[in-house]
């Protein structure tokens, strides 16, 4: 038995501490909340799980929700006309060859906290830093490090190789809302993209009060889009919400005209800047310490990738763990075992920067799968698994 600490209690750092737990391991989490705050707290993030991602989940027995939450069987995805923006270059759908599902995190991650606990599981709340880590280092053989926010994702040396962005490339504002008129597409995720000013990604959710649809809007930095500010009222984010889908997105405009937000916390906005960093970092000890998922690799919400990366890091974690018997953790088995995750996680971060940049083949692909239905499908398995694209869309990566 391993005595390994897990600072960070999101998807990956949860998923990892289960998965360890249930293998017999000694598994301490640190957490920044508890719970009860999760539960309560703002929403941190949009997500969306793939089949592959899920089954991760699956494996070990903590998809709680998978009858809960609503099932997404289609990806919908448009180009607005640049010079009539009432207009449509395309607007197609896409099936996947198995549902997507997305749980609200306030949800997931205060039921896996509490499921972890159950169990037996050392949690501490504490703000974790540097000499946190020392500390855990001294009583712990492996210390992993899945929080990937915060200060503490600075002690990973920035990739300059791997990493395509030096700065945010989209400005997000992200509410949970009920209202959404679906029509007779209750099952469909979207991705609408305005030419030139930004896209609208919106998927059905189970959050805190049942289902509901995440709306996520992207904005190109200083343009139309790049209008949310942290200050704003539940109303302000709602109103302006439906101004930008009106003015930039007009062909969805019914579907969101009577929405409301979920609760008052269902709002949340910022930036990112996409970001490789190394796996390894040294302590002031000489310690190393392993960086997983976000810490490690960080995409913008655009493709919807993050849960599900961070999902499969976790599960190529665990088993790197479990295969490694009683050998020591030392900083070649990480690089090693980072290296494992990049050879997946590089075919994320390359479709990502091309739909971030609206490189021209992804562009014309979008639009000539409105005439093709293989095309389509193809565009929606690719969510699933990106490296699928690494066969017709990205040639170079294959």
């Known amino acids: 038995m391993k005595r390994i600490a897990i600072v960070g209690a999101g998807q990956s750092g949860l998923q990892l501490a289960l998965g360890l737990q249930q293998n017999g391991h000694d598994v301490t989490l640190i957490s920044n909340r508890s719970a009860g705050q999760f539960r309560s707290g703002r929403v941190t993030s949009t997500q969306i799980m793939y089949d592959r991602a899920m089954r991760t989940e699956r494996a070990l027995g903590i998809d709680l929700w998978e009858r809960s939450a609503p099932d997404v069987h289609y990806l919908s995805m448009s180009v607005g006309h640049p010079l009539d923006r009432a207009s449509t270059l395309c607007d197609w759908s896409g099936r996947f060859q198995a549902p997507a599902q997305s749980v609200d995190q306030r949800v997931k991650f205060a039921d896996w906290i509490e499921l972890f606990e159950q169990r037996g599981g050392t949690l501490r709340i504490a703000d974790a830093d540097v000499a946190t880590l020392e500390a855990l280092a001294d009583d712990h053989d492996l210390v992993v490090v899945a929080a990937g926010k915060g200060d503490l994702v600075q002690i990973f040396e920035r990739d300059p190789a791997r990493s395509m962005f030096d700065r945010p490339q989209r400005a997000l504002g992200l509410i949970y809302v009920n209202g959404v008129d679906a029509g007779d597409a209750p099952d469909k995720g979207y991705i609408d993209i305005s030419p030139n000013i930004g896209e609208l990604v919106s998927f059905p959710a189970l959050t805190t009060s049942g289902p509901c649809d995440v709306m996520l809007f992207e904005g190109l930095p200083d343009g139309p889009m790049d209008c949310w500010r942290p200050d704003f009222s539940a109303g302000e984010f709602v109103d302006t919400a439906k101004r930008l889908v009106s003015t930039y997105f007009p062909w969805r405009a019914p579907r969101y005209a009577r929405i409301e937000l979920t609760d008052a916390n269902a709002v ?16 002031p000890s000489g310690r190393p310490v392993l960086g997983m998922a976000d810490v490690v690799v960080v995409n913008d919400p655009i493709s919807g990738q993050g849960s599900n990366s961070a999902a499969l890091c976790a599960d190529l974690y665990l ?37 971030l940049k609206g490189t021209p083949n992804v562009v014309n692909a979008v639009i000539s799968a409105g005439a093709s ?8 398995h690719g969510l699933n698994d990106p490296r699928t694209f690494g066969t017709w869309l990205m040639p170079n990566y294959h």
Do not use: N
């Open 373 to 380: 239905t293989d095309l389509a499908d193809a565009f929606a």
């Open 319 to 355: 088993r790197r763990i479990l295969d490694h018997g009683d050998q020591p953790f030392d900083a070649g088995w990480m690089g090693d075992t980072f290296e494992m995750f990049w050879r997946y996680a590089h075919y994320v971060s390359s479709f990502t920067g091309m739909l």
């Open 268 to 283: 949340l906005c910022g930036r990112l800047a996409p970001t490789v960093r190394k796996p390894v970092a040294r302590l």
